[in-house]
């Protein structure tokens, strides 16, 4: 037949809009993924260049030679990215200058620093940025040859992919649909482009047929996605340090994402001979406006000169000392627990904030840290944290600030402490509350609910849904002890680590604590005593709880605090106010909930399968239907390659060779087709093949011939069935230019 008018001359490549712009879109789809590792600061002026590098390469694939758009690809690039260099880079306008070259490879060598020691998610320098543009332009250029030069969109598409995996693999995670969603939607609709612009007026003739299949396709591969990989393997990461390996805290509360990392990775090492390991604090958050707690801020004091002294306090103290091997924690911060009183192998890059006695640094990283602490914790016994008042000069104005909030909050808090007499009792109220059955643990549930943070409609919603992880425990009940006079802030830092199992020389035991152990937790001030840690997270640690004073010449009571440093996972334990298996409780909720996800996601996979077996049923009757929607001047070559397809989905050997009369008069013969019916298609296929002018067959004379040639074909209800669920014509296709 007559090549199809629009088709590219010999030596020139195709200038279709479309496929130009789903291969940019495609190309930037791909790129998404990069913010997971690399915030993406970086992606609008990636978006321009990667348009500027498709609209070059559109306009001149319009009318130049095969050589010509990769050369105009290549001057949009640079021209684009000359521009957005970093101001202290040379340049001459819009071009590079002869300094350009050098200041650039220097730059790019700083950039590689910044990845080896960044953790992730790296806030990026303008030069990290730029060499993201730069990296993604020179993509997009491939990726055009790929898919308009050479047309082979498919392989492109493969290239994208392998792309968009690489920050799974630098930081495992599970599939995102936020990031994976866009890119299988713009491989396909780059494919269909691609369709189109081979066959402009067939693609037109079964745009309703494509579009099915891509959305079926794309559903398919959607749910398998989501559904599937919680069954694989998970991903574990590799020793060493950069992104990929290292862990942070950006001492935000946002430990979600953190938390849910498919695989743990050691971030340091806990050698003590206090008999457990410490929480290890990083950083406290006391300022809270409504919508997120900040770190705290002040005055400093180097570490050179020795720590200052503890405030004042009536209670005894509980002493400890451990050394401390940081592995794979990057960050401006060091654990410490609380509260440090001595630092040996701590250089005077860090300082100490008096306020909180955390340690950081603007010039420093965490990374391979070793030092010793020594720490003091207050001990007070039961009657004096009773006689303890609170609002005195040790805690800070922003420890009681409070913003509008909603009603739910302030009800609950006097409801829950109603019948406590002294702030000590109110905060033992509040935790065994949180502790005692009614609240579960759950990284998804927040996420699912969409309120995975810590702002006052967070915290509302948290106490409504009652499920949630630390973040929201210890966020609720800062605010909610603050309703009721109590100054109190938030810490975010580690559980204890799990023992190795390794005792020292000295007896001394090491512990080893992971990602997966990243925690958040309430302090609240009691006057004469300090700051003393609570934890009203279900089903993990064990909750704050001071003993009696014991009787002349017993022992000096301990505090059950002590308990908790070496609970470093959900404990049974529980507390004076909870039910005796109120952990137990919550450790099997948590199971129940792991049971449910795990029969939803079976549930998923199961209907991925389903959908997988539907797409051969749902591919042959789109292709069916928009051959029967054929426009005028296309309705019988279309007809005709749809009684081909139903021949062969029948089991009938089309031979590529063979002639529309020829294999009618066969079908008759064999089949016992309805020779009027059949003669009648066969004539229209020949005049739309040889005929200067003719008539094409009318859409309800098509359908009918159809339908009954159909059905002789396929006699039984069993035939059509087979051949509608597994319709051979789908990889059984004779070319049927060469049959007409």
């Not at 990929?244 to 849910?260: K, N, Y």
């Not at 080893?512 to 009203?536: K, N, R, Y």
Request: net charge negative; hydrophobic share 50%.
């Amino acid at each position: 037949m007559p090549a199809a008018e629009g088709a590219a001359a010999p030596g020139r490549v195709s200038g279709d809009p479309g496929l130009a712009l789903w291969t940019a879109v495609a190309v930037l789809a791909a790129a998404l993924p990069i913010s997971r590792v690399i915030l993406p600061s970086w992606l609008p002026q990636t978006v321009l260049v990667v348009a500027a590098v498709a609209a070059a390469g559109w306009a001149v694939r319009r009318s130049a030679r095969l050589s010509w758009p990769i050369v105009a690809e290549a001057a949009a690039w640079l021209v684009a990215v000359t521009v957005m260099l970093p101001a202290a880079i040379p340049r001459l306008v819009v071009v590079p200058s002869l300094d350009t070259v050098p200041a650039v490879r220097a730059m790019l060598g700083a950039v590689g620093d910044e990845l080896l020691r960044g953790v992730a998610p790296v806030r990026p320098t303008p030069a990290l940025s730029w060499s993201i543009t730069a990296a993604i332009g020179l993509l997009a250029i491939a990726m055009a040859h790929v898919a308009l030069t050479a047309r082979l969109p498919l392989l492109a598409a493969t290239g994208l992919i392998a792309v968009a995996l690489i920050p799974s693999l630098v930081v495992p995670q599970r599939v995102d649909a936020v990031y994976f969603v866009p890119l299988a939607v713009a491989v396909l609709l780059l494919l269909r482009a691609d369709t189109r612009a081979r066959d402009p007026q067939d693609g037109l003739a079964h745009a309703a047929s494509a579009s099915a299949v891509a959305a079926v396709v794309g559903v398919v591969a959607v749910v398998a996605a989501l559904a599937i990989p919680p069954f694989l393997p998970q991903p574990v990461a590799k020793a060493g340090t950069g992104i990929g390996p290292t862990t942070t805290i950006d001492a935000d509360l946002d430990l979600g994402a953190s938390l849910r990392q498919p695989a743990e990775t050691e971030v340091l090492r806990v050698t003590t001979d206090a008999g457990s390991a410490p929480y290890l604090r990083v950083a406290t958050l006391s300022s809270f406006d409504g919508e997120v707690w900040t770190p705290d801020t002040g005055a400093l004091t180097s570490v050179a000169a020795g720590l200052p002294p503890l405030e004042r306090s009536s209670a005894e103290r509980v002493a400890g000392t451990a050394r401390i091997d940081v592995t794979r924690l990057a960050g401006s911060y060091l654990p410490l627990p609380y509260a440090a009183v001595e630092l040996q192998g701590v250089d005077e890059a860090w300082s100490l904030l008096t306020a909180n006695r955390t340690l950081v640094t603007n010039s420093a990283t965490s990374l391979d840290a070793q030092y010793t602490v020594s720490w003091e914790r207050p001990a007070p016994t039961r009657e004096q944290a009773q006689q303890a008042t609170v609002g005195g000069e040790g805690a800070p104005a922003q420890a009681l600030e409070l913003p509008a909030l909603p009603a739910v909050i302030p009800e609950l808090a006097a409801e829950v402490t109603e019948s406590a007499e002294t702030p000590y009792d109110q905060l033992r109220a509040l935790q065994g509350w949180f502790r005692g059955g009614a609240f579960r643990y759950s990284l998804e549930a927040p996420v699912e609910e969409g309120f995975d943070g810590s702002g006052v409609e967070a915290i509302a919603r948290f106490l409504d849904e009652r499920a949630g992880y630390c973040v929201h425990f210890a966020s609720a009940f800062a605010v909610m002890a603050r309703t009721l006079g109590i100054p109190t802030r938030v810490v975010v830092g580690y559980l204890p680590g799990t023992s190795t199992g390794q005792p020292g020389a000295d007896g001394a035991m090491t512990y080893s604590v992971t990602s997966g152990q990243l925690h958040s937790w309430p302090e609240a001030h009691l006057d004469g005593i300090g700051w003393v840690a609570f934890d009203p997270t279900a089903s993990l640690g064990v909750p704050t709880n001071f003993l009696p004073e014991a009787p002349t010449g017993a022992q000096t009571p301990t505090d059950e605090l002590d308990g908790r440093w070496a609970t470093p996972r959900p404990s049974p334990t529980a507390t004076a106010t909870a039910a005796p298996d109120a952990d137990a409780a919550d450790a099997g909720s948590a199971g129940s909930a792991r049971t449910s996800g795990g029969a939803s996601t079976a549930l998923g996979v199961a209907a991925a399968l389903v959908l997988a077996l539907l797409v051969p049923f749902l591919v042959r009757v789109g292709r069916r239907r928009g051959r029967l929607g054929a426009p005028d001047g296309r309705r019988a070559e279309a007809v005709w390659r749809e009684l081909v397809d139903t021949a062969i989905d029948a089991g009938y050997d089309v031979s590529a060779s063979e002639s529309p009369r020829a294999l009618g008069a066969r079908l008759v013969a064999e089949a016992g087709a309805p020779e009027p019916q059949v003669a009648l298609l066969v004539g229209a296929v020949e005049r739309a093949a040889y005929a200067r002018e003719h008539d094409d067959l009318p859409a309800s004379a098509a359908a009918d011939a159809l339908r009954a040639t159909r059905r002789a074909i396929l006699p039984r209800p069993a035939d059509r069935l087979r051949a509608a669920a597994a319709p051979r014509s789908l990889v059984v296709r004779p070319s049927v230019d060469e049959l007409v």
